[in-house]
């Protein structure tokens, strides 16, 4: 049964039996007494609002790494179209993620909320279905946010590694020492995310030495390198996949696809920034604008610069770099930055992840979650148990690749999947009682906004039909996508979660200021 609470504010327009019918500006919206948490304890809520639309923009870029994730997904794009899917599936991607973050800005306007996703479920969802669905999109949310997480943590080694083996040919690298450094990155990020102050701090400066790494790779690849690429090469498939030609561009924009990624980080600060139903669209919308930016030039860099392609090359990150500069030191100087900021957005994960595990242990998500809901006080201000359980998820994940790397790479592919899927359900139930009827915020564009969820949603089908698909057709079985597999097996988990937990104990407080 829905939680009716007894201190709620009357809205005469809202409609009860099919969700939020929503027509005017956000309003303060209580369902427990302010400042007391389920337990009648002292608030879980955050009183401390450090993040400025700057800052968050910071901490949104500096999850979604656009350009610096450019070098790193060449290995996967490339063969599967070469220049051209590169180039055009950055053009698209970014179409994608602008329609993303819209439909995101629109819906955190008019529910400025911590919980982002599941608490708009919650909203928007016919009273008899709301805790479950919310409850769903809650677990997808923050399982997405591990999966994600978990590829960062060994990008970085994996990526060190690959220095290694540039200046050491003989050196074989072995899944322990990814495990290791994993587990090392892992804990130091987790570390560097407890104190709420040094958050926004810390965001503003990576978002400048983001920016300015990107502007030196950029121009040291026009300067060092002695080749250049085709006008042909832009617009004629290079496909060594076994795909036919649309399906390989299609399965090949997975990679480019993750470079606008993580656009609801910025949607889980709400009780952490002045005025988030304006603040948070802002924030939203210039990470796109600024990935855009800098991902476009860092494309055009390297591809102008890459030369002809050939199918026996290694388009990893590094060995391109070392390709176009043909200086071992050079590869060096301009790959260290890339996986310092990799280094950084695992830090601003961490945040993400915390987050979600915070907001959903105030609806009694999860078990201890009187522990993962609270806030610490000075100097950490942030939900500490929450930081340290969303960080034990991840070694968990960490555990896995040491066990089996196939099965850790099948689960960290559906991050992306589970993102969009959490993102879809509201989105779905927005459009199912008509945008006019939606009380929406100050962020608000009826047709360009019904524009954006559309494109979204349809790419969401295209995403979860070819990103199950393996990189190359005639794929050995230890080269295989099982993230089909996977997702039934988080369904599975979610629902025994649900049945033997969180059916007796979730209740959404639905509770948002501005």
């Keep these: 049964m829905d939680h009716n609470p007894s201190h709620k504010a009357s809205r005469p327009d809202e409609t009860r039996s099919g969700g939020a019918s929503i027509k005017d500006a956000p309003v303060t919206v209580e369902t427990r007494p302010p400042g007391l948490a389920w337990d009648g304890h002292k608030s879980n809520i955050q009183t401390q609002k450090p993040f400025t639309t700057l800052s968050a923009i910071g901490i949104g870029y500096g999850v979604t790494n656009t350009a610096v994730g450019i070098p790193l997904i060449l290995s996967t794009a490339i063969p599967a179209g070469g220049s051209a899917q590169v180039f055009w599936g950055f053009l698209l991607m970014s179409a994608v993620g602008l329609a993303t973050a819209t439909t995101l800005a629109e819906l955190i306007s008019a529910i400025p909320h911590p919980g982002g996703q599941y608490v708009w479920a919650n909203k928007l969802a016919p009273q008899r279905y709301r805790r479950g669905l919310s409850y769903a999109v809650a677990m997808l949310s923050w399982i997405a946010a591990i999966a994600i997480g978990s590829s960062g943590n060994l990008s970085v080694p994996v990526?060190?590694?690959?220095?290694?083996?540039?200046?050491?040919p003989d050196f074989v690298y072995q899944r322990w020492m990814g495990f290791l450094a994993f587990q090392v990155i892992n804990v130091l990020t987790c570390a560097g995310a407890c104190f709420e102050y040094l958050l926004p701090k810390v965001s503003r400066v990576l978002l400048l030495v983001n920016v300015a790494s990107v502007a030196a790779i950029i121009i040291t690849l026009f300067v060092t390198s002695g080749t250049r690429t085709s006008a042909g090469d832009f617009v004629r498939l290079f496909n060594v996949s076994g795909w036919p030609d649309g399906v390989a561009f299609i399965i090949g924009l997975n990679g480019t696809n993750w470079c606008f990624s993580c656009l609801d980080v910025a949607t889980h600060l709400a009780e952490e920034i002045p005025s988030p139903s304006t603040n948070i669209p802002r924030a939203l919308i210039w990470t796109i604008v600024v990935a855009f930016g800098s991902g476009i030039l860092m494309v055009l860099a390297i591809l102008v610069n890459l030369g002809?392609?050939?199918?026996?090359?290694?388009?990893?990150?590094?060995?391109?770099?070392?390709?176009?500069?043909g200086s071992r030191d050079a590869t060096v100087a301009l790959w260290v930055p890339v996986l310092f900021l990799v280094f950084m957005s695992v830090w601003a994960i961490q945040t993400w992840q915390s987050r979600l595990a915070w907001t959903i242990s105030r609806e009694s998500g999860f078990p201890l979650h009187r522990h993962f809901s609270k806030i610490f006080p000075a100097p950490f201000y942030t939900p500490l148990w929450s930081l340290v359980?969303?960080?034990?998820?991840?070694?968990?994940?960490?555990?896995?690749?040491?066990?089996s790397e196939l099965a850790f790479n099948s689960l960290i592919a559906t991050g992306i999947l589970l993102q969009y899927t959490s993102y879809s359900i509201p989105t779905l139930l927005v459009i199912w009682q008509g945008r006019k009827n939606f009380r929406h915020g100050p962020f608000w564009y009826p047709r360009l906004g019904l524009l954006a969820n559309v494109v979204m949603l349809a790419w969401t089908v295209v995403a979860f039909v070819f990103y199950c698909f393996p990189a190359y057709a005639n794929a050995p079985a230890s080269q295989m996508n099982y993230a089909a597999g996977v997702l039934v097996l988080i369904?599975?988990?979610?629902?025994?979660?649900?049945?033997?937990?969180?059916r007796k104990n979730y209740e959404v407080a639905e509770i948002w200021t501005d």
């Design 159 to 168: 990526n060190i590694f690959a220095i290694v083996s540039l200046f050491n």
């Design 491 to 502: 369904a599975i988990f979610i629902l025994s979660l649900w049945f033997l937990y969180a």
């Design 389 to 403: 359980g969303s960080a034990v998820g991840t070694a968990l994940f960490g555990c896995l690749y040491l066990a």
């Design 308 to 325: 002809p392609l050939d199918a026996n090359t290694d388009y990893t990150g590094a060995a391109v770099i070392y390709s176009i500069t």
